[in-house]
């Protein structure tokens, strides 16, 4: 098997640098004798691929950060529990805003209609105020985020790029916005380099046709349906996905445009050359591109090869969830208990730990049979599963034995969230067949000390596990 895999990446291997090798050639004799064709079809769809993947790598990561903050437990719970304490989500800003070097975080509260931000509350927003219509537009909106082009609130001399995201409770009832900002200027400076790389025009242009980002920041706002030759050309750019065109924009000069949606931002993304520069370059330019992109793939290839022969195995065995189940298995929970345990560190957070064990489960499995026992199994994770929050994690720890960790949880609040967990398991029946099986559970519950091991904590709520089946079963005991 393992040497069929490696004939299998070999055979892979091969075959892509023959198709690479016959494509690039291939373009390269087509280039000669159609340039127009190879910039349209071939080179500014590639340099805009290229370029995707770079915005991706570069100007994805504050979709995600503003994405994280959303969702955060944390911020759900402070503007639930009445935004008692602004200390708390001021420092909650800045440490978003230190952590992954935004130039400002920020969160707006549809309770209070407060503006917080790391300096503290800068100004309550107001529909009658024209500055805040961004806040009212997303509170309207439909989709989860937006990306914005505005002054920034905090700096009224800084033209800033926001994610503006909506905040929902669990009950999915809005509770404001949050999100992050990035400096213009960053992303002014990215287009450059991507113009000085690939030697052709970048610019982005948001559903209504409007420039809504380039290199020049100091000229006024532009329209390409009010640019020469393109204005004909705006509503089959704006009505489809992508699109490689062709326009005059003076007698004699002719523009090759490649045009992309990039649908995290709501943009287009517009990639222009002119014949002049390609016609001078095309054939150097398409030579290094072979010999580049067949050193680069021979070594990814190599690379994968070699990765894939030393961590195959290992990736093998790895599996993120219990089969029978689908609740986290051993190797899920350690990871998410080192990312539990180090935000309880950080804010003071308490974090606690239940072991939940089936009652005497091997007489279900005598009676019944192993089959009766997966359904049994299965039917208290479901349970469990419903009587907790989405921010807590269970674990198939072993058999009929389950952890369930809680992230910023009391002890007293785990043990009654066990309690609550036992009495509908015992109230439940398990159809297997004609018959209706019933079980019971015994639950320990245990805190976190801060710096504890897994290993220490997992001891304690055995211990704690161990004294409610010793006093009788069918009960919730805390470790002491």
């Known amino acids: 098997m393992h040497r069929r895999k490696l004939y299998f990446v070999a055979a892979l291997t091969i075959l892509m640098i023959v198709g690479f090798m016959a494509t690039s050639l291939t373009s390269y004799f087509v280039a000669r004798d159609s340039l127009s064709e190879n910039i349209s079809e071939q080179m500014l769809p590639l340099t805009s691929d290229n370029i995707y993947s770079e915005i991706q790598r570069d100007l994805l990561r504050p979709i995600l950060i503003s994405s994280l903050m959303a969702t955060d437990t944390f911020l759900q719970d402070w503007v639930v529990n009445g935004e008692e304490d602004p200390e708390l989500i001021r420092n909650y800003l800045r440490e978003i805003q230190q952590e992954y070097g935004t130039i400002t975080s920020f969160f707006i509260s549809e309770a209070t209609r407060n503006y917080y931000h790391p300096d503290g509350i800068i100004k309550t927003v107001s529909a009658d105020n024209l500055d805040d219509a961004w806040y009212f537009r997303v509170r309207a909106m439909r989709e989860p985020y937006e990306i914005n082009v505005d002054v920034d609130t905090a700096d009224r001399n800084r033209l800033s790029i926001f994610i503006n995201y909506r905040v929902l409770d669990s009950q999915r009832n809005y509770i404001g916005t949050t999100g992050v900002g990035l400096a213009v200027s960053a992303v002014t400076s990215l287009i450059e380099t991507y113009q000085l790389r690939y030697g052709r025009n970048i610019y982005f242009i948001d559903r209504e046709g409007n420039v809504a980002l380039t290199q020049d920041l100091s000229g006024p706002a532009q329209r390409i349906q009010d640019r020469p030759g393109l204005g004909i050309l705006a509503t089959q750019i704006l009505t489809t996905p992508s699109a490689s065109l062709t ?32 016609e001078a370059r095309i054939e150097n330019t398409l030579l290094i591109n072979i010999g580049i992109s067949l ?52 804010r003071g957070k308490q974090v606690t730990l239940v072991c939940i064990d089936i009652d005497h489960f091997k007489e279900v499995n005598d009676t019944f049979g192993h089959q009766a026992g997966d359904l049994v199994i299965r039917a208290v994770a479901d349970v469990v599963r419903q009587n907790i929050r989405a921010s807590d994690t269970l674990c198939r720890w072993g058999g009929e034995e389950f952890l369930l960790l809680l992230d910023d949880c009391s002890v007293e609040e785990a043990a009654e969230r066990a309690e609550t967990i036992r009495k509908a398991v015992k109230k439940q029946s398990v159809a297997y067949g004609r018959e209706d099986i019933r079980v019971t559970l015994s639950c320990g519950v245990s805190q976190y000390r801060v710096g504890e091991e897994l290993f220490s904590l997992i001891a304690r709520v055995d211990a704690a596990l161990y004294r409610a089946k010793h006093e009788g079963r069918d009960r919730v005991n805390i470790a002491t």
């Not at 007698?251 to 002119?274: A, C, D, I, K």
């Not at 290839?301 to 894939?308: N, P």
């Not at 961590?311 to 986290?328: K, V």
Request: charged share 20%; proline share 2%; glycine share 6%.
């Open 247 to 278: 326009y005059e924009r003076v007698p004699g000069e002719t523009v090759y445009l490649n045009s992309r949606l990039l649908p995290e931002f709501n943009w287009y993304l517009m990639v222009e050359e002119h014949n002049s520069a390609a």
């Open 295 to 346: 050193g680069i793939m021979t070594m990814v290839l190599l690379v994968a090869h070699l990765t894939l022969q030393a961590y195959q195995g290992r990736l093998e065995e790895m599996a993120t969830t219990d089969r029978l189940t689908g609740a986290a298995n051993r190797h899920v929970f350690d990871a998410v208990f080192d990312n539990v345990q180090r935000g309880a560190r950080r």
